[in-house]
C-alpha cells in the first residue's frame, strides 16, 4: 500500500467550482481510497492506494466530472517524492533563511516532466521580471519577490511554456502536507 497526495487545481477560488472537502473525501472512499485526509479548501488530498499510479489521477478526475459536472485537473505524488520536493528547494540556502524566504516560496506541481525546449522558453521570462524559478523533474520551485498574486510565474504560465497541467501551493502548505504525510 502506497501513500499518495493529490492536489487538485482551481477548485473553491472566488466560490466558483465549489467542492467541500467532506464530500471530497467520500469520493476518495468510494473509490476505494484509504485513509483520505484533507488539508485546507484547495483540493489537497492524502490516501492510501495499492491501483496503479498511472491510474489514479484519470480515477479521481472521472469521479468529481461525474458528481459535479465540470473537469478538475489532478497532479498525484508519493510521500517519497512530496518529502524530497520538502528538502530539494533551490531558494533555501540555509536554515536560518528559511523563516524569511517562507512567504515568497512556493511551489507549482506539474503534470509531467516538460521537454528541455520548453524549459528553456519559459526560462526567458525571468530576464523581464524578478521572481525566480527552477524546474525539476515535475516541479516548479517558486521566489516570488512580492507577493504570489502579482507574479507572471502562474499555473497558466507554467502550463501554456511547459506544455502540462500545473497547480501551486505556497510552501507553509508544501510544509504541513510533508508533515502530514510523514
Same mark, same amino acid.
Given at each position: 500500500?502506497k501513500?499518495y497526495?493529490?492536489?487538485?487545481r482551481?477548485?473553491?477560488?472566488g466560490?466558483?467550482?465549489? =467542492?467541500?472537502? @467532506?464530500d471530497?473525501? #467520500?469520493?476518495?472512499q468510494?473509490?476505494g481510497? *484509504?485513509?483520505p485526509?484533507?488539508? $485546507? +479548501? %484547495?483540493?489537497?488530498v492524502?490516501?492510501?492506494t495499492d491501483i496503479?499510479?498511472?491510474k ?5 478526475e472521472q469521479a =468529481?466530472l461525474? @458528481?459535479y459536472?465540470? #473537469?478538475?485537473p489532478?497532479?498525484?505524488?508519493? *510521500?517519497?517524492?512530496l518529502?524530497? $520536493? +520538502? %528538502?530539494s ?7 536560518k533563511d ?5 512567504n515568497h ?11 528541455t525546449e520548453n524549459i528553456a522558453?519559459?526560462e526567458?521570462?525571468e530576464e523581464k521580471i524578478?521572481d525566480?524559478?527552477e524546474v525539476?523533474e515535475k516541479d516548479v520551485?517558486?521566489f ?6 502579482t507574479s ?5 504560465f507554467?502550463?501554456?511554456k511547459?506544455?502540462?497541467k500545473?497547480t501551486t501551493?505556497n510552501?507553509?502548505?508544501?510544509e504541513?502536507l510533508?508533515?502530514?504525510m510523514?
Open positions: 500500500m501513500t497526495i493529490s492536489i487538485l482551481g477548485i473553491n477560488v466560490g466558483k467550482r465549489k =467542492i467541500l472537502m @467532506k471530497l473525501k #467520500e469520493i476518495y468510494n473509490l481510497f *484509504r485513509n485526509v484533507t488539508y $485546507i +479548501q %484547495s483540493g489537497n492524502i490516501f492510501e496503479e499510479e498511472n489514479i489521477t484519470k480515477k479521481i =468529481i461525474e @458528481k459536472g465540470f #473537469e478538475v489532478v497532479i498525484i505524488r508519493t *510521500r517519497e517524492e518529502l524530497k $520536493i +520538502q %528538502s528547494n533551490p531558494f533555501i540556502q540555509a536554515e528559511k523563516l524569511e524566504l517562507l516560496l512556493h511551489l507549482t506541481f506539474l503534470g509531467d516532466i516538460p521537454t522558453k519559459a526567458e521570462i524578478n525566480k524559478f525539476i520551485f517558486v516570488c519577490e512580492g507577493k504570489y498574486h507572471k510565474l502562474t499555473n497558466n507554467f502550463e501554456k511547459l506544455k502540462t500545473a501551493r510552501w507553509k502548505t508544501i504541513k510533508a508533515e502530514l510523514q
